[in-house]
C-alpha cells in the first residue's frame, strides 16, 4: 500500500511539473499532502507517541484525505459542480466518520464505518474522472482501455462498500445480525477494495482485450448505477446507525414521497379515462394553401426518410415543406432529401444544416420561413391532415399559445420485444403523462418535434439552445419564465415514429433525454419557482414535479438501506396493518396505469391476449429499474463532466422505399463524434494523437498527428506554458463537434455572438480572411442579420462613398455609413497606407453581392483555397481568432472537408504527448520538458492576430 500510496503522489507531481494539470491549491498541495500522510502514518502507528486507539484512527483518516487532496486536480473549463460536488460530499462523510468513532455510542462505530466507506469511495471515484480529465478522457467512454480501470474501481469501491456494510452489521461485540463466520471474509474483502482502489489511482498499464458484455454501453450505465447506489445506500446507512431517531421520519418522508407519486399515477389514469369518455371532435378539412411550412430534420436517416417524407406529401398536399438535412450525415441524407427537391421541385425546399446541431440548423432555418405557422418533424415522425387542421385551429383561437405540442406513437409497436418494451412507456408518458400535467397543471413542454409554432415565438428568446442536450425543454422553460407564451398539448394530434433498434441505442437515447432534463433543471429551476406569480400555483406546481421528477431517481433508491433495518429489527417496524395498506397502494399502482395505457389507447390497436397482458405488465414494473438505471447514469455523467455527445437513435422502419440510390453521391465520414448503427465507439488514440512541444521561439504549441505520421492540423498559436497548451486542448475537444461548416462560396457573411454577448457579422472571402465587420454590437441575432443585410447592400451600391479615416497612429481605415448617418460597416484592420485601405474596400465591394449569411455558434470551420490553390480548413473562434489550422493543404474541396471530419472524430478524446523541444520523439506527458514557463491566463482564442499553418509542424 505505501507503494502505491508512493506511486500515486509521484505521478501527481510529474503532472504538475510537466504542467499537464494543476493540482487543487497547487503544487504546495503535493508536499502538504505528503507530509500530512506521513505524519498521519506515525501517529497510526504509534512512533511519536501513544495514542488512544480512536485518535489513531482519525489520524489515519485525516491523513488519506490530505491524499486525496495532494493527488486531485484542477481540470479547466470544469464547472463548479463538477469541481465540487462530489468531493465536498466525500470529505464530509469522512469528517462524519471521524466524529462518529470519538462518540462513544454502542452504534457509533458502525456508522462511522459506513461513512468512511462511502466517503472515501467518492474521493476515489471523483480523483479517477479528473486525473483521466487530466489526460485528455473526459469521461472513460464503453470499449475504451481507460473503461477498463473505471470498471475495476467501480468493482473495487462499490464491492468493499457491501463489505462494510456486511462487516458493520454482523461485527462484535453486539452483533445487529449475527454470522461471525463472514464477518472476517468480509473485512478482508473491504480491505481488498481500498487498496485496489487506491493502485488504480496509480499510472496504470493497459489490460488485455477484454469482452465488451463487461465495458459496453449497457455495462457502463448499470455499473454506474449499482456504485452510486451502493455509496448512497451506505451513506444513508451510516446517518441512520448515528442516530436512531432519524430512521421513522427518513421512513416517513420516503413513504410520503412514493404516495404522492402513486397518486399522481392514480390521478393520471383517472383523467385518461375521462377523456375517453369525451366524443372526439372533428376539425376543419386541411386547406391545400395552409399557411405553414413543414421542417424536417436529419442526420444519418436516409433509411427512413424516404418513406416519412413519401407519406407527410402525400397527406399534406399543398402544404410547403423545408427539409434540414445535417451536412456532416455519414449515409445518403443529403442525397435523399435532394432527390425529393428535383420530384417535388414547387413544394420542397433543401437547406444542408451546417451549425453541427439540430438546434443551430432550426435558428439557422427559421429565417427561410415565410408561413405564419411552422410544423416541426423528426426524419422518421408521419402526420396526416388531421394532425395539421387541428394544431392550426388550435393556435388561430388561443392566442396566448405559441406551441401546440402533439401526441407521439408509436408506428410498429409489435415489431420486435424491444419495441413492445419501449412503446408500454411511450404510450404511458404521450397518452397518460403529458396530457394530465397539461390539463390538470398547464404544464405542457414541448418535446422536440410534432409540434405546431407560432414563426413568431422561437425568436422571442433567442432561438433553440445548441448548448442544451434537450433543446425542447430547455425552449419551453424560457418561453415560460421570460415571455407570456404559453405550450399546449393535444393528444389526439398523432404523430407516429419509430422506435429504436438496439438496446444500446435506447440508452444513448434515453441518457440524453436525462442528462438534457438535468441540465435544464440545474439552470432553470430556480427561475421557475421566482417566477411563481406570471407562472401561477398550479403551473408552477406543475412544471416544478416535472423537473424533480427528472433528478429524483437517487432518491427512490435508497429503499435498500431502509428495508435492511426494518430486517434486522434494528428499527420498529410499520403496523401490520399500515404497511398492508401502503403495500395495496403503492405496488399496483405502476402495473395499472401501464396497463391503461397499452390495452385502451385509441390510437394503436394491440393484441389482447393473456400472453400480451403478462409481457405488459413485466414491461411496467422493468421500466420501473430500467429508468432508475438510466437516470442515475446521467447524472453520474453530469458530475463526471462527460461532454455532451448527441449519438443518433438508429431506427428502421417496415418498407423500403426504392428511390434513386445509384444516383445518390456518397457523403464524407460522420462528423463530430456521433457513432453509426451496430458499431462500437472507436479507440480513436490509435489513430491520431496531439503532440506538444516548444517552437524555435521558445513558444508551446500542438499538433494533431495520424498514425501514419502526417500531421492533420496545427494549433493556431503558441503559449507561454504547457498548461496554456493543455486549456486549448481542453476548448477544441467541446468546440469541434459543434462547430459549422462556413462556406464561403466566394463569400460568406458570418453572424456569432462575441465574448461580451453581442451579435456581431464580418465578410468573409474566399481565402477565410475577414474583409469587413460591423462597427457595433448588436442585442440580438435579428438586429445583426438586419445589419449584415444593409451593409450588403450599400458595398455593393457603387454611388455609395465610404470614409477613409486615420486609426490614430496606426494608419488607415475604411467605414461606410446608412442614409441616416450611422456607421454600418468598416474595415477589419487598420492599414498603413491609404491606397491599402482602399484596396481592401475595394475587395469587400466584390465579394459583398455574393456572400450568403452564415450563422455561427461559438466556433466553425472555414474551408478556403490559400495562394498555391490548396484546399484548406481553419477552425475560427467566433471572437475572429484562429484556433486550429490545416496541416496541409489539399487537391479539393473534399480533400479538405474529408480531413475536417477525421478532426470532428479524433479531437474529442486523443491523448497527449509530449515532445522534447523540436524533436520528433514522444515521451510520457509525466515527464518534465523544456518550455514548461509559468502559469498562463491566456485562453485558447485569445491571440492579437491570425496565424496560419505554423512551419515547425509540417
Not at 414547387?346 to 432550426?362: C, F, I, N, P
Not at 389526439?492 to 440508452?507: K, R
Not at 421557475?528 to 414535479?545: A, E
Not at 466584390?846 to 474551408?863: S, T
Request: glycine share 8%; charged share 20%; hydrophobic share 45%.
Amino acid at each position: 500500500m505505501s507503494v502505491l500510496t508512493i506511486a500515486a503522489l509521484a505521478d501527481a507531481w510529474r503532472l504538475t511539473r510537466a504542467r499537464a494539470a494543476r493540482p487543487i491549491g497547487g503544487a504546495a498541495t503535493i508536499l502538504f499532502g505528503t507530509v500530512a500522510l506521513v505524519v498521519a502514518l506515525l501517529l497510526a502507528g504509534e512512533v511519536i507517541v501513544d495514542l488512544p486507539a480512536t485518535v489513531r484512527i482519525v489520524s489515519l483518516t485525516a491523513g488519506a484525505q490530505a491524499f486525496f487532496v495532494a493527488i486531485d486536480v484542477r481540470i479547466s473549463g470544469a464547472s463548479r459542480s463538477e469541481r465540487v460536488a462530489v468531493p465536498f460530499s466525500g470529505h464530509l462523510a469522512v469528517l462524519l466518520g471521524s466524529v462518529l468513532v470519538l462518540e462513544s455510542t454502542i452504534s457509533a462505530p458502525r456508522a462511522a464505518l459506513l461513512a468512511y466507506s462511502s466517503g472515501f469511495a467518492a474521493l476515489s471515484i471523483h480523483v479517477f474522472w479528473m486525473r483521466q480529465r487530466a489526460l485528455g478522457v473526459a469521461p472513460p467512454r464503453p470499449h475504451s482501455y481507460p473503461r477498463y480501470w473505471e470498471a475495476a474501481l467501480l468493482v473495487a469501491v462499490g464491492s468493499g462498500a457491501l463489505a462494510a456494510v456486511f462487516v458493520a452489521f454482523t461485527a462484535e461485540p453486539d452483533p445487529i445480525a449475527s454470522a461471525p463466520w463472514a464477518a472476517r471474509p468480509a473485512a478482508v474483502i473491504a480491505g481488498i477494495g481500498f487498496v485496489s482502489a487506491l493502485a488504480i489511482q496509480a499510472p496504470a498499464p493497459r489490460l488485455p482485450e477484454l469482452p465488451a458484455a463487461l465495458i459496453g454501453v449497457t455495462a457502463t450505465a448499470t455499473q454506474h448505477a449499482f456504485t452510486t447506489v451502493v455509496a448512497l445506500n451506505t451513506l444513508v446507512l451510516a446517518l441512520l446507525l448515528a442516530d436512531t431517531r432519524t430512521f421513522l421520519p427518513l421512513l416517513g418522508g420516503y413513504l410520503v414521497l412514493l404516495t404522492v407519486a402513486v397518486v399522481f399515477e392514480y390521478a393520471m389514469v383517472l383523467k385518461a379515462r375521462q377523456r375517453l369518455g369525451r366524443a372526439r371532435t372533428d376539425p376543419d378539412p386541411l386547406d391545400p394553401n395552409a399557411p405553414v411550412t413543414v421542417v424536417v430534420s436529419a442526420a444519418n436517416e436516409a433509411s427512413v426518410l424516404p418513406e416519412s417524407l413519401s407519406h407527410n406529401l402525400e397527406a399534406l398536399p399543398g402544404v410547403q415543406f423545408l427539409l434540414l438535412p445535417a451536412a456532416k450525415s455519414s449515409d445518403d441524407t443529403v442525397a435523399v432529401a435532394h432527390e425529393f427537391r428535383e420530384e417535388y421541385p414547387d413544394r420542397v425546399r433543401v437547406m444542408e444544416g451546417t451549425a453541427g446541431s439540430k438546434a443551430g440548423d432550426l435558428n439557422a432555418a427559421w429565417e427561410y420561413v415565410e408561413t405564419p405557422f411552422v410544423l416541426l418533424l423528426d426524419a422518421d415522425e408521419t402526420v396526416d391532415a388531421e394532425f395539421v387542421s387541428r394544431g392550426l385551429a388550435r393556435l388561430e383561437t388561443n392566442p396566448a399559445v405559441g406551441v401546440v405540442q402533439g401526441r407521439k406513437a408509436a408506428k410498429y409497436p409489435e415489431q420486435n420485444a424491444l419495441s413492445r418494451f419501449v412503446s408500454a412507456d411511450r404510450q404511458h408518458s404521450t397518452w397518460i403523462e403529458h396530457p394530465f400535467m397539461s390539463e390538470v397543471f398547464g404544464a405542457a413542454h414541448f418535446a422536440g418535434s410534432a409540434a405546431i409554432f407560432k414563426r413568431e415565438v422561437p425568436p422571442a428568446v433567442g432561438g433553440w439552445s445548441p448548448y442544451r442536450l434537450t433543446e425542447d425543454i430547455d425552449l419551453t422553460l424560457r418561453l415560460l419564465v421570460d415571455t407570456d407564451w404559453r405550450v399546449a398539448y393535444d393528444p389526439e394530434m398523432v404523430a407516429y415514429e419509430l422506435n429504436p433498434t438496439t438496446v444500446p441505442a435506447l440508452i444513448r437515447q434515453r441518457v440524453r433525454w436525462a442528462r438534457g432534463w438535468a441540465q435544464v433543471t440545474a439552470k432553470h429551476g430556480p427561475s421557475v419557482v421566482r417566477s411563481w406569480r406570471s407562472l401561477g400555483i398550479k403551473r408552477t406546481l406543475g412544471v416544478c414535479w416535472l423537473l424533480f421528477a427528472s433528478v429524483s431517481a437517487p432518491l427512490y433508491t435508497v429503499f435498500p438501506a431502509l428495508l435492511l433495518l426494518s430486517l434486522v429489527g434494528f428499527a420498529s417496524p410499520l403496523p401490520g396493518v399500515v404497511a398492508v395498506a401502503l403495500a395495496l397502494l403503492l405496488l399496483p399502482a405502476r402495473g395499472v396505469s401501464i396497463a391503461y395505457a397499452t390495452m385502451r389507447d385509441p390510437d394503436i390497436e394491440l393484441p389482447r391476449g393473456i400472453g400480451r397482458r403478462v409481457r405488459m405488465l413485466g414491461h411496467a414494473y422493468l421500466w420501473i429499474p430500467v429508468g432508475w438505471v438510466i437516470q442515475i447514469h446521467a447524472l453520474y455523467l453530469q458530475l463526471a463532466g462527460a461532454p455532451g455527445i448527441w449519438h443518433v437513435t438508429p431506427k428502421r422502419g417496415q418498407k423500403t422505399v426504392e428511390r434513386k440510390s445509384a444516383e445518390r453521391r456518397r457523403r464524407p465520414p460522420a462528423g463530430s463524434t456521433t457513432l453509426r448503427a451496430g458499431e462500437p465507439d472507436e479507440v480513436p488514440w490509435v489513430r491520431a494523437r496531439f503532440e506538444v512541444y516548444t517552437d524555435r521561439a521558445g513558444e508551446a504549441r500542438f499538433r494533431l498527428r495520424h498514425e501514419n505520421g502526417n500531421v492533420l492540423a496545427d494549433g493556431g498559436e503558441g503559449y507561454a506554458s504547457r498548461r496554456g497548451v493543455r486549456r486549448a486542448i481542453t476548448a477544441l475537444r467541446e468546440l469541434v463537434g459543434p462547430a459549422a461548416y462556413l462556406r464561403c462560396n466566394p463569400a460568406g457573411i458570418e453572424v456569432y455572438r462575441d465574448a461580451g454577448n453581442e451579435w456581431q457579422w464580418r465578410l468573409v472571402g474566399p481565402n477565410g480572411r475577414a474583409l469587413a465587420e460591423s462597427p457595433t454590437g448588436y442585442s440580438d441575432r435579428p438586429g445583426a442579420v438586419k445589419g449584415a443585410r444593409l451593409a450588403r447592400e450599400r458595398l455593393a451600391d457603387d454611388d455609395t462613398e465610404p470614409e477613409m479615416t486615420r486609426d490614430g497612429e496606426e494608419g488607415y481605415r475604411w467605414r461606410l455609413r446608412a442614409e441616416n448617418g450611422r456607421p454600418i460597416a468598416r474595415s477589419v484592420r487598420s492599414f498603413p497606407r491609404e491606397r491599402a485601405a482602399r484596396d481592401s474596400l475595394a475587395r469587400a465591394r466584390e465579394y459583398a453581392p455574393v456572400a450568403d449569411l452564415l450563422d455561427i455558434g461559438r466556433a466553425a470551420f472555414e474551408l478556403y483555397a490559400d495562394r498555391a490553390g490548396k484546399h484548406r480548413f481553419r477552425l475560427r473562434h467566433r471572437n475572429g481568432n484562429i484556433l486550429l489550422d490545416s496541416g496541409q493543404g489539399y487537391a479539393t474541396r473534399r480533400g479538405a472537408r474529408d480531413a475536417v471530419e477525421g478532426i470532428r472524430r479524433y479531437v474529442p478524446i486523443a491523448p497527449v504527448e509530449l515532445l522534447d523541444g523540436h524533436g520528433s520523439e514522444p515521451r510520457s506527458e509525466d515527464e518534465p520538458g523544456p518550455g514548461d514557463g509559468p502559469e498562463t491566463d491566456t485562453e485558447p482564442g485569445s491571440r492579437a492576430e491570425d496565424a496560419t499553418a505554423n512551419p515547425d509542424a509540417t
